[in-house]
């Protein structure tokens, strides 16, 4: 089990904005996701077919359970822009598959990190009812 650092975090998810494949709109996006064995990052990926873009937190989740690693501890999430940006609604419902909740370092071009969580994010998640 490995204690990462809230800067290996933020620096991973900097770091994968320049694998940013947004040749359509020109905004990139970076993500990383902490587990206890590793920090997975992901990025958009943009169609030109745009239902088939990908979101960059989405990648991430989505190559951490390829690798069979389901508990998240944390997730920074970085743009190219001076704004926060915040996980879309498709990525918050992927989150909530396997976190109730999660804290989210929101990370601006700056550096300047905002914190929020999952559930302050999105409060109400679809829960299938057996």
Aim: charged share 25%; hydrophobic share 40%.
């Amino acid at each position: 089990m490995k204690n990462f650092t809230e800067q290996e975090l933020v620096l991973s998810s900097q770091a994968v904005l320049a694998h940013s494949y947004s040749p359509y709109s020109k905004f990139k996006v970076g993500a990383a996701l902490e587990t206890a064995r590793f920090i997975y990052v992901g990025t958009n990926i943009e169609n030109r077919s745009f239902g088939l873009t990908v979101c960059a937190e989405r990648v991430a989740v989505f190559s951490a359970v390829a690798n069979r690693d389901r508990k998240f501890r944390r997730m920074a999430l970085s743009s190219a822009t001076k704004d926060f940006i915040t996980p879309c609604g498709a990525c918050l419902q992927v989150l909530s598959e396997f976190c109730e909740d999660l804290p989210i370092l929101l990370v601006n071009c700056d550096g300047k990190i905002k914190k929020t969580t999952l559930k302050k994010l999105y409060p109400s998640p679809f829960v299938l009812k057996k």
